[in-house]
Every structure is written in C-alpha cells, then in structure tokens.
C-alpha cells in the first residue's frame, strides 16, 4: 500500500522539447487510423443514433421525432422474434462452433500426415465470399435437385424442401454459419496451442499424464485467453449474422419469419423501405444487447481464464 | 543541411499531393457550375443510368444530340440496379445528383415528396414534346404527381405467356394461341400433364409474383391493390381475391410447382433449362431467353390468356428525370425532353433490349426479334394496368408476398390471408 502512494506522489516532470517532439511524431503515425476511425466509425455511430430519434427519409433528411421510434418499435413484435432467432442463432452456432474449432485445432496441432493441406481446406470457407458460399448451399438443401436429396434418396431415405421447413431451415442456416467460421476461429486456437510451452507437456509426462490428461489439464487451461477472444468475437459475429441467412432464405419461403434475424430486419427497414431512422434506432438496440453480453463476458471471465 | 532539404522535399511532396487532389475537385466543380450561358464554353451535364447492355444505346443518343447542340457535353454513368438508387440517394443528399437519370414508378413517390426531381411540364412544352396520343396513357400518368409531369417515359414493359415447343411437341399438344382464355389455359395443363411429361417437368408455374402473375388478373377481374386516392387496399375485394385465387388454384391442381418447390428453384431458372412447357414473362426476359442455349429456338410467346373476356396485362417501365437542384436545369430539361422524341426513340429502339415508349417507336423491339410474336407484348397496351405505387410501396409489396405465401402453401385460406393484408396494408397507407 505505502510503495503504491508513493508511485503516484511521484512529481511529474515536465515534458522536454525531445519528448513533446516524439509526441507530435506519435499522433502523425497513428493520424491516418484515427481519422479513418473517426470518418467512417465515430461520425456514422453518432450520426445512427441521433437519427434514432428522427425521421429520417432516403435522401437523409431528418425531422425530429422524440422517441417515436423507440416507442413503436418495442411494441413490435417482428422486433421480438427477430430477437428471439438472432439468441437461438448464437446460442446453438457458438458452442458448436467453438467445440469443432477447438477439436480441430487440437488434431491439426497433432503429427499426422498432410497437415498444412487440411489446415488449408478447413481455413478456405474463410476465404471465400459469403454470396458464393451461400448460392452453393442453397443448391446443395433444394428440393428437386439438392445433392443432400439425391444422397438421402440412395439410402431410401425422403429428401425435403430444407429451406422452406420451418423445422430445419434455421439449422441449414446455422451449419453454414459454423462451416464458414469455424475455419478462422480454427487458425486463432491453433496459434494459440503452439504458444504454449513444450516444458509444460514434458513435466506432465514426466509426471505420468496420458495425451488425454495433457489435453485437459495442460492444453485447455493455458488455451482459454484465446477461447475467451474467440467466444468474445464469434458472439459478437453471431448477433450480426445476415448475409448468408439473406441469401438462402428466399420472402416466399414459409420458414422466413423463423429465420430473420435482427440485423436482417435493421435492413429491410434502412435499405429497402427507406425508413432509416427506425433502421437506426433497431441497430441501437442491437449495439446495446452486444456492450450488455460483451461485458458480462468481461467480468466473467474473471472466473475461468487463466492468464498465468 | 542534409536534413532540412529532406523536410523541404516532404514538404514540397505534401503541396503538390494537395494541390493535385485540390485541382482533381476543382475541374469537377468547375464543370457543373458554369451555368451554361458562356458560349466559348460548353455546358456539362451528367447522366445516370442503370443497364449495361443499354449503354451503348445511350450513348448514340448523346452523340446524336451532342451534334445537334455543340454547346452541350454529357457524360454518361452506370452502374448496378440496386447500387444506382443508393448512389443516387447519396448524391442527392450530398446536392450533387445527376443532372438526368433514369427513374422508375417504383421510386416516383419518395423522389417527388423529397424534391428531387425537377417538374418537366414546361420544358415538354418548349421542346414541343406531345406526350398525349404520342405515349401510352398509363406510361404519362405513371409519372405525374400533383398534376405535374416529373419523368418522361422512356420505355415500358408488359408480360407475354412463353412456351417450349419441344416440350409440346413431345406431349403431341396443340400450341397455346393469343385468343386464350384462363380456361384455356387450365384445359392446356391438364392435357399436357394427361399425355405424360418427363419427370421434373410441369406445365406452368406459379410463384408469389405481383407484376407477372397476379395483379394482371386482379384488375381484369374488377379488384384493385390499391384505390385511386391511395387511401385504402383492395384486398378485402372479392375480386381480387378471385384474382389471386386462380393461380393458387393451379397448384393445388399439380399444374404448377409447389410454393416451396418454385421458392428452391425459380420459374425463370425452370422454363430456361426446358422444365417448364409455360411461363409468363416480363418483355425484358425476352433478351436472356433468347440467349439461352438450352432453350433459344425452342420457345415463342402469346398474349396472357383472357379473363372474363379482358386481357389482362401489367405495364412497368422507366422514364427520364431531371435532378431538381442541377445547375443546368434548362439545359438538362432540355436533353431529357428530347430523350422523349420521335429521334431519340428511334436510336433506343433499334438497338432492340426495350419496347421504346412512343407509339411510333414501339415495333423496333418486334423487328429486332422477327423469330418470336412479340405482338402478344404490345396487342393490348392501351388497355394495360401501371404497376401500382404508393409512398410506402417497398413495404407493401413485402407485406403481400410475407402474407400470400401462407395461401400460396395452402396453411391458411386466401379469404384469412387478405383480412390481415387489408388491416395491415391499410396501415401503410396512412
């Protein structure tokens, strides 16, 4: 305690020519992201909320409306099923998502033949545009002339409209969702694993740990900084999913409603109605679900990861 | 020494960078604020568009008009559908939209309530443009807000019943003819489907589609979308229910696939891999049917078969507008108002993607296709139905397709469906 008090009271000196010179050669590096934070990040942000409180027509042009948007849209119920799908969304692709990236990681970081090849096949999806990914799937669940038809008809089995089922459609979303993500998030663990020290593996051994126990006792815990980062990321990911599910799920599929997600209907209403500041006041809403999970991840974490 | 000259090139590098992208807004700027009247130098305009295939078109007739005022210069801009609006709505807001762009009805309302777009009534008049007698009476009116003329039409399109003769032939089963009638059709199906089609082949299909299928029949049939004063939907009507009934009615038949079957794999993507005998479609499918290998040479179109003796027919198209804030207003009034005439139709026209909107420039289109009866398109026009628009029209067409596709799949009756379409709709109207 007195060594802290201490440290504060130390006096400040006064910054010299030298250090005021590094200062200004500081801001110049770091200008160009910071204007371009503040262009396309900072300004937008505050622009969306202050039209969160407005009319606000194609062209921009706002009329203040007080809370009108907020008042409607919490009596909205689309607002409330999208909310509904976009926490189902995250809460199934999430834990999969991040259980098959893990066992992954854990086999790519294994010795066994053709490593950088299946690393590269599992990291493509990454790579690839979503709309392509997406028209490639679509093909894949149709009805008359899907593959995963033609292959279940070979076992006798009864091929479905996928997409237009209200009992599977959002899962076909959601595998996709996991197939396009869990490559990324797979590279992430696997640097991470490789970060840890190869003495820690050689003291369990010694100790007597089996693969298994060296997995679970020595792996997982020094690997949860980077699960934390990656939960952290792919939750974030998860509630604003929109692309995939805007390709695959047509307007005339019986299974849109239970496939729209918060985020798609931010859409409709800025991009395709031309009602931006409800738009704006949805995507409010969404930003401030994501700051209350974000934090409470942050002062969970406290609880299980492991920063030794 | 060494150290400072370094500075003085930065500097030096720093001022010229500036000055370069200065000078890069500067002509820009220049180009557009001249206002038109110095006569060593000539007036700029833009013009924004959306087709590539027509920019060729496009661009015969700025050259053509170009000669004939060499004072004016236009330079021509594409880009995609749906990224034209966005740009355009971003330029607009930011006062430097272009001076002449295409428009269509479906944005009409929101473009004309923000004053966007510059009336034309007295520019039509100096340019001596009759559009009465010379246009399509709902091309004109497709335009006109407030009693004024906002856009002049440019082209049009209408929808025409498509078959594969092949798979006709191959059923032994006469031809559809331009006299039929919704009976007619009905009768076709049914034998086609009696004589044996292959197997993922249907005779029609009938997708949640508002401008090709439905609303057709719902105006032939008496109903309406929406009432002339835009005040109120038409969907408690049973007209238009009947209208939208006898597309269902073919589903439920197996004449047509199912919703969910025609929602994985659309019409167009059937009838152009030759697994539809029948299709309606819009005259601007016309280019890509024709350009499909699989089908070209197979296929020819008839008018939409009749309901209760009228020709039932949806016509959509575009028009030319004049951004209200452009500083060449006159000048650009000017090439738009001439856009409309009888010359510049005619460039459009031979060029053969679009039906030109004038009367006289309409058979270019049918002389650019001699193989098809592309009449069916044009037979009954004057009779033809505008698309119907209101402000919030984006949104209406969405609530539609949301609630039809519940009758469309037969999980409710089309009697519930329209209930809630007319609360709802009736909503969106106010």
Same mark, same amino acid.
């Given at each position: ?80 099923? +999208? ?6 969304? $995250?809460? /199934?692709?999430?834990? !999969? %998502?991040?259980?098959?990236? =893990? *066992? &992954? #990681? ?61 009992? +599977? ?6 595998? $996709?969702? /996991?197939?396009?993500? !869990? %490559?990324?998030?797979?590279? =992430? *663990? &696997? #640097? ?117 | ?430």
């Amino acid at each position: 305690m007195a060594e802290k008090k201490q440290q504060v009271k130390v006096p400040k000196k006064k910054a010299s020519r030298r250090e005021k010179k590094d200062w200004v050669a500081g801001y110049l590096f770091i200008a160009p992201v910071t204007l371009g934070l503040l262009v396309f990040y900072i300004f937008p942000f505050i622009q969306n909320f202050w039209f969160s409180f407005n009319n606000v027509n194609k062209f921009n042009m706002a009329t203040f409306c007080g809370l009108e948007n907020y008042s409607k849209m919490i009596v909205d119920t689309e607002l409330y099923q +999208t909310l509904w799908n976009t926490l189902k969304y $995250v809460v /199934i692709t999430v834990p !999969v %998502g991040l259980f098959l990236s =893990i *066992l &992954l #990681a854990a086999l790519l970081n294994s010795e066994i033949k053709g490593k950088s090849f299946y690393r590269t096949i599992y990291f493509l999806p990454s790579v690839t545009m979503s709309v392509a990914v997406s028209l490639i799937w679509k093909w894949i669940y149709n009805g008359e002339y899907g593959i995963l038809n033609a292959i279940l008809k070979v076992f006798g089995l009864e091929g479905q409209n996928w997409l237009s089922n209200q009992s +599977t459609a959002f899962y076909c979303v959601m595998i $996709v969702g /996991i197939w396009c993500s !869990v %490559g990324y998030n797979m590279i =992430i *663990l &696997l #640097a991470g694993m490789q970060g840890i020290s190869k003495s820690l593996y050689e003291a369990a051994a010694i100790d007597g740990a089996g693969p298994k126990d060296q997995f679970f006792h020595v792996t997982m815990p020094m690997l949860t900084p980077t699960i934390f980062f990656v939960m952290i990321t792919s939750i974030i990911g998860g509630f604003q999913v929109f692309d995939t599910i805007y390709m695959m799920i047509g307007k005339t599929s019986m299974a849109y409603e239970s496939c729209q997600t918060m985020i798609a209907m931010f859409y409709r209403y800025g991009f395709e109605f031309g009602k931006k500041g409800y738009a704006a006041a949805i995507s409010i809403f969404v930003f401030l679900i994501i700051m209350v999970v974000t934090a409470f991840q942050m002062w969970g974490q406290k609880k299980w990861v492991n920063y030794d | 020494m060494k150290k400072n000259l370094k500075k003085l090139m930065a500097l030096g590098l720093v001022v010229v960078m500036g000055a370069t992208m200065l000078a890069g807004c500067g002509s820009k700027d220049s180009g557009s604020s001249d206002d038109g009247g110095s006569s060593d130098k000539k007036t700029k305009l833009t013009f924004s568009m959306w087709s590539e295939t027509q920019m060729p078109a496009m661009q015969a007739m700025i050259d053509a008009y170009e000669k004939e005022n060499p004072n004016v210069e236009i330079e021509l801009q594409s880009s995609s559908y749906k990224e034209y609006w966005t740009k355009i709505e971003a330029s607009a807001t930011g006062g430097t939209a272009p001076d002449v762009m295409w428009v269509n009805v479906l944005h009409i309302d929101s473009y004309t309530d923000a004053g966007i777009l510059a009336e034309l009534d007295d520019a039509i008049a100096d340019g001596g443009l009759e559009l009465e007698g010379n246009f399509p009476p709902a091309l004109i009116d497709a335009y006109i807000r407030d009693g004024k003329q906002y856009a002049i039409p440019k082209d049009f399109d209408t929808n025409a019943l498509f078959y594969n003769k092949e798979i006709f032939d191959k059923a032994g089963v006469a031809y559809p003819t331009d006299d039929w009638t919704m009976e007619d059709l009905n009768n076709c199906c049914q034998e086609l489907l009696d004589k044996g089609l292959d197997e993922n082949v249907y005779p029609f299909a009938c997708p949640v589609d508002f401008q090709t299928w439905y609303y057709q029949t719902v105006y032939a049939n008496g109903g309406y979308i929406i009432n002339e004063d835009k005040t109120e939907t038409g969907y408690d009507l049973k007209e238009t229910q009947e209208g939208i009934q006898c597309w269902i009615d073919m589903i439920d038949k197996g004449y047509a696939p199912t919703l969910a079957d025609i929602t994985d794999t659309s019409a167009d993507a059937r009838f152009e891999s030759g697994h539809l005998a029948m299709v309606l479609a819009g005259s601007y499918m016309v280019e890509e049917y024709l350009a499909n290998d699989a089908i070209a040479g197979k296929i020819d179109c008839v008018e939409v078969p009749s309901m209760n003796g009228k020709e039932p027919n949806c016509i959509n198209g575009l028009g030319y507008a004049v951004y209200a804030n452009s500083k060449n207003l006159e000048e650009a009034q000017k090439f738009a108002v001439w856009c409309g005439g009888e010359e510049a139709m005619k460039i459009q026209g031979e060029a053969g993607f679009v039906f030109s909107a004038r009367n006289d420039a309409q058979h270019y289109f049918a002389d650019a296709h001699p193989e098809l009866n592309i009449a069916a398109y044009t037979n009954h026009v004057e009779d033809a139905v505008a698309l119907p628009v209101c402000m919030n029209a984006a949104e209406l067409y969405d609530l539609e397709a949301n609630e039809l596709k519940y009758a469309y799949d037969g999980s409710k009756t089309l009697e519930e469906v329209c209930k809630t379409l007319k609360e709802e709709g009736d909503a969106l109207l106010k």
